[in-house]
């Protein structure tokens, strides 16, 4: 059985529309087929499908209802027939899977002890609405079979897909620029270790492609790829899937700020202190980290899935529980895309594990858990560089730190990804509404206002953090321009906090008829020194 079996809504067959395999007898000749090289339980798969399911459909009947005249399909219309046939090609399907003890894309059943398990497409849809209307135990277990059955069978078809090397066609994969995009795109890379880099524009140059775009960009100019020996093919494809496991739909935990954060770990391996320090494989890491750390966030947080009783919380113990996710499914991408499969089992094993410990590092529950002992380190001066834990310890404070860096930036970028974070904070604060929940922290737009929320998010989380790696990179000019941002940002938040609306000022205007006032008195945000 696969590892994580959730249920799953009626967006299932939308987000997976682009795989490209039809499941009717009847396909026409014309369409794509497919015909995965393997045999398994007695059945040669090096079919094209139409006959495939003509031969499943006749193991079947010989299986369970042996011989069958022409009498035991009347009073039955065809759609009956094929809805059936499609249910027992799932459970045929689902058989084969039982009998191999391989999942579909690859990775080991959780039969296995010992081995890492990895998982994929695993938080959406991220609530169970027939779970939250009712009471626990009265979902029925045939429904929950059917659902889950639906999903191995897909899982199944789309890495048959996978394995033989074809990527999904879907609009989002054609990276197709003109020539004057494409040029803005590389004039931007070459700046892309400043700190006024503009990754919304970037993304837009890239035609919504920033990840993949960046991603190729760093680790050719690292040195990555020559060094480790990668295949393109299989970066691209890697990379691919990562950028299309996050939601667009997510105002703020999208593709963007995967590249967002990428670009600013960049900067900070940059810096004198690391650069001097790192290997090949702790840039390799690091900027792999920053791009998969919310791969396939649901745009709800972990109090959320919690109360919800969503299956990442159960399957985590209430735990880490995105973070969690998130290193999973990279390791699930990992060996989907067979990126380093030419690599020795134990430094393949060894990437994952690491790259799971800087994941999971990102989790802001373990905050002063990292911030105490980076402060202890810098207070006894006993940071040690040469040493491999010391290395690997502040590659989880630097992606800490790109993670939560809008505040950092200029004025304009950071208020564009305050009001992105807020935003998604107020869609949970209405879903939690809309089912009588209780509206977590920060999520009441009716209560917690943006400039309220960036200043508590800026003094109790961002300034700490940020106050010690400055004391770690000093003397830095990146450092002193972040925390310069910083403070004028938070400035800015303080003033707009306590200032009445741009809609507040218009409407006490028309009804007080106040004298007319010098053009700009009350524009707004926008016009705040």
């Not at 600013?264 to 940059?270: E, V, W």
């Not at 290997?279 to 919690?306: C, S, Y």
């Not at 790259?355 to 858990?369: C, H, K, V």
């Not at 404070?397 to 107020?426: G, H, M, T």
Request: glycine content about 6%; overall charge negative; aromatic content about 8%.
């Amino acid at each position: 059985m696969p590892i994580l079996e959730g249920l799953w809504g009626p967006d299932l067959r939308k987000r997976d529309s682009g795989l490209g395999v039809r499941v009717c007898p009847d396909e026409h000749p014309g369409s794509r087929v497919w015909t995965p090289p393997v045999t398994c339980a007695g059945l040669s798969l090096a079919l094209e499908l139409p006959a495939l399911i003509r031969q499943l459909r006749a193991a079947w009947r010989a299986r369970w209802e042996g011989p069958q005249g022409p009498e035991s399909s009347e009073g039955r219309n065809w759609v009956e027939e094929e809805l059936e046939e499609i249910d027992k090609v799932k459970e045929i399907k689902q058989d084969i899977e039982n009998s191999t003890h391989i999942e579909a894309d690859g990775r080991l059943n959780a039969v296995h002890a010992g081995v890492l398990l990895a998982e994929r497409r695993g938080s959406y849809p991220p609530i169970d609405l027939r779970i939250l209307k009712t009471r626990p135990g009265e979902v029925e277990s045939g429904t929950r079979r059917k659902l889950k059955r639906l999903l191995s069978f897909q899982r199944y078809c789309h890495a048959s897909r996978l394995l033989r090397g074809l990527m999904p066609h879907t609009p989002g994969s054609l990276h197709l620029l003109d020539d004057d995009y494409l040029g803005q795109a590389a004039h931007m890379l070459s700046k892309v270790d400043t700190w006024t880099f503009d990754i919304f524009l970037f993304d837009r140059l890239t035609n919504g492609n920033s990840l993949v775009t960046l991603m190729c960009h760093l680790f050719n100019a690292c040195g990555l790829i020559h060094h480790f020996q990668l295949d393109m093919v299989k970066l691209h494809r890697f990379l691919g899937m990562v950028q299309e496991d996050y939601h667009s739909h997510n105002p703020y935990h999208n593709s963007v700020h995967a590249a967002d954060v990428t670009q600013a770990m960049y900067c900070y391996l940059k810096e004198t202190k690391l650069a001097e320090q790192l290997t090949p494989l702790d840039v390799l890491l690091g900027l792999m980290a920053a791009a998969a750390h919310d791969v396939d966030h649901p745009g709800v947080n972990q109090p959320f899935l919690i109360k919800t009783r969503h299956h990442l919380a159960s399957l985590y113990q209430n735990t880490s529980v995105l973070e969690s996710h998130h290193w999973r499914s990279t390791v699930g991408m990992l060996r989907e895309s067979g990126l380093l499969s030419h690599l020795p089992a134990d430094v393949s094993q060894d990437i994952e594990q690491q790259l799971g410990s800087l994941i999971l590092a990102t989790d802001i529950n373990r905050q002063n858990e990292f911030l105490m002992t980076l402060r202890e380190h810098l207070d006894n001066q006993d940071m040690d560089l040469q040493l491999a834990t010391h290395r690997h310890f502040i590659l989880q404070i630097a992606l800490k730190c790109a993670d939560v860096c809008n505040p950092c930036r200029e004025w304009e970028l950071s208020k564009q990804w305050s009001e992105r974070v807020c935003e998604e904070f107020y869609r949970q604060g209405d879903l939690e509404r809309k089912f009588n929940l209780e509206i977590s922290p920060l999520c009441d737009q009716q209560m917690d206002s943006v400039p309220s929320i960036q200043i508590g998010f800026i003094s109790y989380i961002v300034e700490p953090l940020f106050e010690e790696w400055q004391r770690f990179t000093e003397p830095s000019m990146l450092s002193r321009i972040m925390m310069g941002h910083l403070h004028k940002n938070k400035a800015r938040w303080s003033r707009l906090r306590y200032e009445p609306t741009t809609a507040e000022t218009k409407s006490y205007s028309h009804a007080e008829e106040p004298e007319p006032e010098p053009e700009g008195e009350h524009d707004g945000a926008e016009d705040i020194p």
